[in-house]
């Protein structure tokens, strides 16, 4: 079937009649007088006046112009024969979750996502000529990995560099954005170790899957403690089995080449097992591996962790009233890596509310309440047992429920505060407002409200110190979950004090990538796994790991192999991109070229 | 035409190659076929009345007492009718045909005028034919070639007013249709001396590729489209060849001169070659 990508092309048609008209009325042979005509021909005609009508001359060069202009309009009307020259936009997205890095047992099984490369490379090789290929990997935030519309040989050299690792996310970002590309023509391929369902994909997805079931042992989460007080750091593991047979597993912790710890187990199907190790302090880095018979993924079977560096917090107790300066203390010295210090040294004040602090950046302040000890407003106060409003969003409440307890001495705040938890009218803890540090206002007196004896007065304090551990400069935590933002504080305070020493950068298998330095720096979540160095011009500021821990990527049970079609049939026909010039064009080019130098000589000669 | 500076000079290098004993004509510098008072003896025979009795030769009466008569060649002034085919297609192939034609028409007259002979230069065309006498050629350069009638029909129709025992000498390209025996037969007849002339163009004796063409004849204006290539070009050669052959096999047969001449050599060497080799010229 042929198909016109420019019909208005035909309009060349026009110039065959012109050319007919031409040879029909145009005398194209030059008079001649001569004597003795019937010594050249006895073929004659009696010329009578005027113009006339004749017969068409069929001469070569009245059939050389017409092959010309003929030709001529089928190379504007750029014919596509059949599918030879149906160049079409193919929009490949590419499942770029870790479980397409998983690989059945065999030495020579393709791993889903080699398997997936070479169903589009077997896609690629069918596109007619011409054809365009846009790789979408899918995502949190969907990567363009070719595109768009580049040329297959363009696009495969970035496919070959393609590793999948992504932790589970959706796929409606990448598909939104490859409907987006492929407009009204084109393919929509999307190729995954399973088929979504089909209510949820889009009318035009074409959906492979190249994935099957598999065993598979999995680290599912792991951590690094430290005890500054013993100097001694302890290594948490957990393993799930996510296999329907039992499986043994074998893990080993290594700093270096120096073995730490070795565990042996056997899980039943589905099972899971957590693991401890005493680690002494000063390894600095510890890499785990998990050993197992038939693992399907071997991304989940390594964790690289970070020896957890000691923020203590100094807290200063300024509170005047003895029985609630018991009841802050109380709490802080059950709090690991919290001193209690002087004021001048804290990081962080517990004092009477009723006096305001000067603005420190560097020193928190907790105002603890009565907020006047005059004994009119003493009097006055109000003990309230709820119900109780509070901004549950702001960590310093995070788990305070503030059950059965009665909130007493509570009088009016003058302050230019906002509110966290309030009740009714009256405001209970607050933050103020109109100041460059972080100041909260408890709004209580301690001897007259139970708040010290719930559980939620720990939670509150532990969440008041470790707002304020985190706001410390460096990095609060060395290992990291694959996808997790990365944020820290590089300096406090308005000045930069390490501004001169260079460029902040992250490292990483030999990468460098440059951060914006400011205050609070935020890294997105690195899409790589393994160790990162933070550098601050030369000197190393930081350490941390990102590792794979993603319980649905590690279960592989349920994947197998199918095709989907798309619902509706895109018209996959002639695109914008699509090369003009193709081999029959041309061809047809060299033959207009030759019809037209026929022509020339025909002429000539005549 | 008198005054051309070529004619002029062929004029004086040549003389008209006449015949021996041209058949008739007034008395003048040519010994004619009978006898006449010219010196030259040509034989005796018996004396009868009427004779001229100066011609009587008193010492064969001594010696036989038979009167005889001396005969002598007579001595003719030859009428030459010079026929200038005027119609149109001696324009044919440029100016320089018709004026080729022109020159050999008063070279004709000049010569037959200087030996005494009376030169009549007759223009074949649709009008009147008038003959011209040396007097009057000068009108022979004036007059345009515009007829359509062919010499043939002319001569076919009795509108050449042809005299007994001229010599005749007719210059044509013999381009039209005609058949070449009874053109000859037609002009011989009561003719002392016929002479052909074909005078051609140089593109009509040797036609170049043109590629092409739509031919109008240039008298009857008929037409025809041709490709003058190789083959159209031999094939008209080849019947241009057999028209001379015609011509020249009938004018043996009439004992008349044929000579086929191409106008672009000009009149100085188409008089020292090919009317020299004809015998029509020869250096006086």
Same mark, same amino acid.
């Given at each position: 079937?042929?198909?016109?990508?420019?019909?208005?092309?035909?309009?060349?048609?026009?110039?065959?009649?012109?050319?007919?008209?031409?040879?029909?009325?145009?005398?194209?042979?030059?008079?001649?007088?001569?004597a003795g005509?019937?010594l050249? *021909?006895?073929?004659?005609?009696?010329?009578?006046?005027?113009?006339?009508?004749?017969?068409?001359?069929?001469?070569?060069?009245?059939?050389?112009?017409?092959?010309?202009?003929?030709?001529?309009?089928?190379?504007?009307?750029?014919?596509?024969?059949?599918?030879?020259?149906?160049?079409?936009?193919?929009?490949?997205?590419?499942?770029?979750?870790?479980?397409?890095?998983?690989?059945?047992?065999?030495?020579?099984?393709?791993?889903?996502?080699?398997?997936?490369?070479?169903?589009?490379?077997?896609?690629?090789?069918?596109?007619?000529?011409?054809?365009?290929?846009?790789?979408?990997?899918?995502?949190?935030?969907?990567?363009?990995?070719?595109?768009?519309?580049?040329?297959?040989?363009?696009?495969?050299?970035?496919?070959?560099?393609?590793?999948?690792?992504?932790?589970?996310?959706?796929?409606?970002?990448?598909?939104?954005?490859?409907?987006?590309?492929?407009?009204?023509?084109?393919?929509?391929?999307?190729?995954?170790?399973?088929?979504?369902?089909?209510?949820?994909?889009?009318?035009?997805?074409?959906?492979?899957?190249?994935?099957?079931?598999?065993?598979?042992?999995?680290?599912?989460?792991?951590?690094?403690?430290?005890?500054?007080? *013993?100097?001694?750091?302890?290594?948490?593991?957990?393993?799930?089995?996510?296999?329907?047979?039992?499986?043994?597993?074998?893990?080993?912790?290594?700093?270096?080449?120096?073995?730490?710890?070795?565990?042996?187990?056997?899980?039943?199907?589905?099972?899971?097992?957590?693991?401890?190790?005493?680690?002494?302090?000063?390894?600095?880095?510890?890499?785990?591996?998990?050993?197992?018979?038939?693992?399907?993924?071997?991304?989940?079977?390594?964790?690289?962790?970070?020896?957890?560096?000691?923020?203590?917090?100094?807290?200063?107790?300024?509170?005047?009233?003895?029985?609630?300066?018991?009841?802050?203390?109380?709490?802080?010295?059950?709090?690991?890596?919290?001193?209690?210090?002087?004021?001048?040294?804290?990081?962080?004040?517990?004092?009477?509310?009723?006096?305001?602090?000067?603005?420190?950046?560097?020193?928190?302040?907790?105002?603890?309440?009565?907020?006047?000890?005059?004994?009119?407003?003493?009097?006055?106060?109000?003990?309230?047992?709820?119900?109780?409003?509070?901004?549950?969003?702001?960590?310093?409440?995070?788990?305070?429920?503030?059950?059965?307890?009665?909130?007493?001495?509570?009088?009016?705040?003058?302050?230019?505060?906002?509110?966290?938890?309030?009740?009714?009218?009256?405001?209970?803890?607050?933050?103020?407002?109109?100041?460059?540090?972080?100041?909260?206002?408890?709004?209580?007196?301690?001897?007259?409200?139970?708040?010290?004896?719930?559980?939620?007065?720990?939670?509150?304090?532990?969440?008041?110190?470790?707002?304020?551990?985190?706001?410390?400069?460096?990095?609060?935590?060395?290992?990291?979950?694959?996808?997790?933002?990365?944020?820290?504080?590089?300096?406090?305070?308005?000045?930069?004090?390490?501004?001169?020493?260079?460029?902040?950068?992250?490292?990483?298998?030999?990468?460098?990538?440059?951060?914006?330095?400011?205050?609070?720096?935020?890294?997105?979540?690195?899409?790589?796994?393994?160790?990162?160095?933070?550098?601050?011009?030369?000197?190393?500021?930081?350490?941390?790991?990102?590792?794979?821990?993603?319980?649905?990527?590690?279960?592989?049970?349920?994947?197998?192999?199918?095709?989907?079609?798309?619902?509706?049939?895109?018209?996959?026909?002639?695109?914008?991109?699509?090369?003009?010039?193709?081999?029959?064009?041309?061809?047809?080019?060299?033959?207009?070229?030759?019809?037209?130098?026929?022509?020339?000589?025909?002429?000539?000669?005549? | 035409m008198l005054n051309d500076l070529e004619v002029q000079r062929a004029a004086d290098t040549y003389q008209l190659g006449l015949p021996k004993s041209p058949a008739a004509g007034r008395s003048g510098e040519l010994l004619g076929r009978g006898t006449g008072s010219s010196l030259e003896f040509q034989e005796y025979r018996q004396y009868v009345?009427g004779d001229d009795i100066r011609h009587l030769d008193?010492?064969a009466? &001594?010696?036989?007492?038979?009167?005889m008569v001396r005969l002598f060649r007579e001595e003719i002034s030859p009428r030459t009718e010079i026929l200038l085919d005027a119609s149109?297609s001696m324009?044919?192939g440029?100016?320089l045909k018709q004026h080729v034609a022109r020159q050999l028409a008063a070279l004709f007259a000049l010569l037959s005028g200087r030996l005494g002979g009376r030169p009549a230069v007759m223009l074949l065309d649709?009008r009147e034919c008038v003959p011209l006498g040396l007097d009057s050629l000068g009108r022979l350069e004036?007059h345009?070639f515009?007829g359509?009638a062919t010499p043939a029909e002319l001569l076919s129709d009795h509108r050449v007013p042809l005299k007994r025992r001229a010599v005749r000498i007719l210059i044509s390209d013999f381009l039209f249709p005609h058949d070449p025996a009874a053109l000859v037969r037609r002009l011989a007849t009561e003719a002392s001396a016929l002479w052909l002339v074909q005078l051609l163009s140089g593109?009509e004796a040797?036609?170049?590729?043109?590629?092409?063409?739509?031919?109008?004849?240039?008298?009857? &204006?008929?037409?025809?489209?041709?490709?003058?290539?190789?083959?159209?070009?031999?094939?008209?050669?080849?019947r241009l060849s057999a028209l001379k052959h015609e011509l020249l096999r009938n004018c043996r047969r009439a004992h008349a001169v044929f000579v086929s001449l191409v106008a672009d050599r000009g009149l100085v060497s188409l008089c020292r070659d090919e009317l020299c080799s004809a015998g029509i010229l020869r250096i006086a």
């Amino acid at each position: 079937m042929i198909q016109l990508a420019n019909p208005w092309g035909l309009l060349a048609l026009l110039a065959l009649p012109a050319i007919l008209a031409i040879h029909m009325y145009h005398r194209r042979f030059l008079p001649l007088e001569v004597a003795g005509l019937h010594l050249w *021909t006895s073929q004659t005609r009696q010329s009578l006046a005027g113009r006339r009508r004749e017969k068409l001359p069929i001469t070569w060069s009245l059939i050389f112009e017409l092959a010309a202009a003929l030709l001529l309009a089928v190379v504007l009307s750029e014919p596509h024969v059949g599918g030879l020259n149906q160049a079409v936009h193919l929009v490949a997205v590419l499942d770029n979750s870790a479980s397409m890095s998983a690989k059945p047992p065999g030495r020579d099984t393709l791993s889903f996502r080699d398997a997936a490369v070479k169903e589009l490379e077997g896609r690629a090789a069918k596109l007619p000529r011409g054809s365009v290929v846009t790789l979408i990997l899918s995502g949190h935030r969907p990567v363009m990995l070719a595109g768009p519309a580049v040329p297959w040989s363009e696009a495969k050299p970035r496919l070959d560099q393609w590793q999948p690792i992504s932790p589970r996310h959706a796929f409606e970002p990448a598909w939104d954005l490859a409907l987006q590309l492929v407009e009204a023509a084109g393919r929509i391929l999307f190729i995954s170790d399973h088929l979504p369902s089909d209510k949820d994909t889009p009318e035009k997805l074409e959906c492979v899957a190249v994935g099957r079931g598999l065993d598979n042992m999995a680290i599912s989460d792991a951590r690094w403690t430290f005890d500054a007080s *013993t100097g001694k750091g302890q290594v948490f593991l957990r393993v799930q089995n996510r296999s329907r047979r039992p499986l043994n597993l074998e893990l080993q912790g290594r700093a270096g080449e120096r073995v730490v710890f070795r565990r042996s187990a056997a899980l039943a199907e589905e099972g899971a097992s957590s693991f401890e190790a005493d680690v002494p302090g000063g390894l600095g880095k510890l890499s785990v591996e998990l050993v197992s018979e038939g693992d399907g993924l071997a991304l989940d079977n390594r964790v690289e962790l970070i020896e957890p560096r000691v923020r203590a917090v100094t807290a200063a107790v300024e509170v005047p009233d003895a029985s609630s300066a018991r009841a802050v203390r109380k709490v802080l010295e059950a709090l690991t890596d919290v001193q209690i210090g002087e004021q001048a040294a804290a990081h962080l004040v517990f004092a009477p509310a009723g006096t305001l602090p000067e603005s420190n950046p560097r020193r928190w302040w907790a105002g603890i309440g009565p907020m006047s000890r005059a004994s009119g407003d003493l009097e006055a106060a109000k003990d309230i047992a709820g119900p109780y409003l509070c901004d549950k969003r702001h960590p310093l409440l995070d788990g305070v429920v503030l059950a059965g307890v009665v909130w007493g001495g509570v009088q009016p705040i003058e302050y230019d505060v906002t509110p966290l938890v309030s009740s009714g009218e009256l405001v209970l803890i607050a933050r103020l407002n109109g100041t460059r540090a972080v100041e909260y206002v408890f709004n209580i007196d301690l001897s007259r409200s139970n708040l010290a004896d719930s559980p939620d007065w720990p939670i509150l304090l532990a969440n008041f110190v470790e707002l304020r551990r985190e706001s410390l400069p460096g990095l609060p935590r060395g290992n990291y979950r694959l996808g997790e933002d990365v944020r820290f504080r590089l300096f406090e305070g308005d000045g930069d004090t390490s501004a001169a020493a260079g460029q902040l950068s992250l490292l990483h298998n030999g990468k460098s990538k440059s951060i914006a330095r400011t205050s609070l720096v935020e890294i997105p979540a690195p899409e790589e796994i393994g160790v990162f160095d933070l550098k601050d011009g030369e000197n190393l500021i930081g350490r941390f790991a990102v590792n794979f821990f993603d319980a649905e990527e590690s279960d592989l049970r349920g994947l197998v192999p199918g095709r989907r079609s798309a619902s509706v049939k895109t018209t996959a026909s002639s695109i914008a991109l699509d090369d003009p010039y193709s081999w029959a064009i041309l061809a047809l080019l060299a033959v207009i070229i030759a019809a037209i130098l026929a022509d020339w000589l025909v002429l000539k000669r005549t | 035409m008198l005054n051309d500076l070529e004619v002029q000079r062929a004029a004086d290098t040549y003389q008209l190659g006449l015949p021996k004993s041209p058949a008739a004509g007034r008395s003048g510098e040519l010994l004619g076929r009978g006898t006449g008072s010219s010196l030259e003896f040509q034989e005796y025979r018996q004396y009868v009345p009427g004779d001229d009795i100066r011609h009587l030769d008193w010492g064969a009466y &001594a010696r036989s007492d038979t009167l005889m008569v001396r005969l002598f060649r007579e001595e003719i002034s030859p009428r030459t009718e010079i026929l200038l085919d005027a119609s149109r297609s001696m324009t044919s192939g440029g100016a320089l045909k018709q004026h080729v034609a022109r020159q050999l028409a008063a070279l004709f007259a000049l010569l037959s005028g200087r030996l005494g002979g009376r030169p009549a230069v007759m223009l074949l065309d649709d009008r009147e034919c008038v003959p011209l006498g040396l007097d009057s050629l000068g009108r022979l350069e004036a007059h345009a070639f515009v007829g359509r009638a062919t010499p043939a029909e002319l001569l076919s129709d009795h509108r050449v007013p042809l005299k007994r025992r001229a010599v005749r000498i007719l210059i044509s390209d013999f381009l039209f249709p005609h058949d070449p025996a009874a053109l000859v037969r037609r002009l011989a007849t009561e003719a002392s001396a016929l002479w052909l002339v074909q005078l051609l163009s140089g593109w009509e004796a040797a036609p170049t590729l043109l590629g092409g063409r739509r031919l109008v004849d240039i008298e009857t &204006a008929l037409e025809s489209d041709l490709v003058l290539d190789r083959g159209t070009i031999d094939a008209y050669l080849q019947r241009l060849s057999a028209l001379k052959h015609e011509l020249l096999r009938n004018c043996r047969r009439a004992h008349a001169v044929f000579v086929s001449l191409v106008a672009d050599r000009g009149l100085v060497s188409l008089c020292r070659d090919e009317l020299c080799s004809a015998g029509i010229l020869r250096i006086a």
